[in-house]
């Protein structure tokens, strides 16, 4: 993990120790229920690895726009009112007003100054806060 990365979460109390990374293949694309990037050039790789999974693969701008154009799923777990949130954002996903260019993409704030790993990560958690609040309400 990137140290600017690492010094914002232990900043949001989030501990990062033993994060370890690992490199996407297809056969974790095809298992995922979703993916999210960070980037339309990472979500367009993810998809020439694995084609068929073009349902489940987002950006996380993206998903969380779509979502936010989808009433609260309460019912059932949380995991399948996820997979139900997937099936709906596909469904309506042609309804959602077009964005210009890069707006689906978070900006990189790798070789910038730490406040732009915060900005950054308020962005992250901004997308994170529509989704879960789509799911979350029981």
């Known amino acids: 993990m990137h140290r600017g990365s690492a010094q914002v979460l232990a900043e949001c109390g989030v501990d990062a120790e033993g994060f370890v990374s690992r490199t996407v ?12 990037t960070a980037t339309r050039d990472q979500r367009s790789a993810c998809l020439t690895l694995e084609p ?12 969380a726009r779509f979502a936010a154009a989808v009433p609260p799923i309460t019912d059932g777990t ?8 997937v099936g709906e954002v596909n469904a309506s996903r042609h309804l ?5 260019g890069d707006a689906d993409d978070l900006p990189d704030p790798v070789n ?13 958690w901004g997308s994170l806060r529509t989704i879960v609040g789509v799911i979350g309400a029981a």
């Open 112 to 124: 910038q100054p730490i406040d732009a790993f915060r900005v950054c990560a308020e962005d992250v």
């Open 25 to 36: 293949n297809a056969a974790i694309l095809r298992g995922a229920d979703l993916v999210l």
């Open 78 to 85: 949380v995991p399948g009112r996820l997979r139900r949130l």
């Open 96 to 100: 959602a007003p077009g964005v210009p």
């Open 52 to 63: 068929s999974a073009v349902r489940r693969i987002f950006t996380l701008r993206q998903f």
